[in-house]
């Protein structure tokens, strides 16, 4: 199986990638008009272009700072490919790291914050409803938006409907580790971020759900309720906190 990073290489030193693309078989289509060396026309070991990948050595992929290996991925290596093609393929990898990793919050994926160790709040505040109310007018939303933008741009103890609400409470979190996306597809047009209602809540330590009548605010280390009701109940207390 291909792995990131994945190239092709030809004879002549052209290196072919696109970020998103660790098959070698759909880099070869997705190019092979492009360059007569990609062609495919002649039995190892005569062929043209060569299969590469560059991939960490301990597989950990937030880990830019480990060495990363050099490696052929076929069978038989091609008689012109020498140890001077390496460099070549080294150069892609560090521009495919640029587009891959360039807007993705590192540190935030390497320590991320667990909500339910997080101490909430004693009593429900309307600052904390005043975001859940704004939560609740996007969060219908989230996932496809999420896992769309994210994906062009670089993929249970409660019933079903609500195991699908605090899971959408997860990709809201996810969301925020990349904060170059500016544009979010199927997202209400806000500024800044669109969900980030709910990241500010996980990081009070409190976890929105909906089950399609109520929503509910989780918190502390035995994953309770702290707050339930329906959008109406929310606006209602909102006002009478006013």
């Known amino acids: 199986m291909c792995k990131a990073f994945s190239c092709l290489i030809t004879k002549s030193g052209k290196v072919y990638w696109k970020a998103g693309i660790d098959s070698h078989d759909t880099l070869h289509s997705l190019f092979e008009k492009e ?29 830019l700072d480990q060495s990363w290996a050099y490696a052929i991925n076929q069978q038989v290596r091609p ?32 320590n991320p914050i667990h909500p339910f160790k997080i101490k909430p709040p004693k009593h429900i505040t309307e600052t904390n409803l005043k975001l859940l ?72 330590g409190l976890v929105p759900s909906f089950d399609g009548t109520e929503w509910r605010l989780y918190g502390g280390k035995k994953v309770e309720i702290l707050w339930e009701g329906t959008v109406e109940d929310l606006d209602n207390q909102i006002k009478d906190t006013k």
Do not use: H
């Not at 103890?157 to 609500?162: K, L, Y």
């Open 133 to 204: 109310r704004k939560y609740a007018s996007v969060w219908d939303s989230v996932r496809a938006s999420v896992w769309d933008s994210v994906g062009d741009s670089v993929g249970d103890s409660v019933g079903a409907s609500v195991r699908a609400s605090v899971r959408a409470s997860v990709y809201c979190y996810l969301g925020s580790f990349f904060p170059n996306i500016k544009s979010w597809k199927y997202a209400p047009k806000m500024r800044g971020y669109p969900y980030a209602s709910c990241v500010k809540l996980w990081k009070m």
């Open 79 to 110: 008689r012109w490919l020498t140890a001077k093609y390496e460099k070549p393929c080294r150069k892609a990898w560090e521009q495919w790291k640029k587009e891959v990793y360039g807007g993705i919050d590192l540190d935030g994926i390497r």
């Open 35 to 63: 360059d007569g060396e990609l062609i495919d026309d002649k039995l190892p070991p005569y062929n043209t272009f060569a299969r590469i990948e560059i991939t960490p050595n301990d597989g950990n992929y937030l880990n």
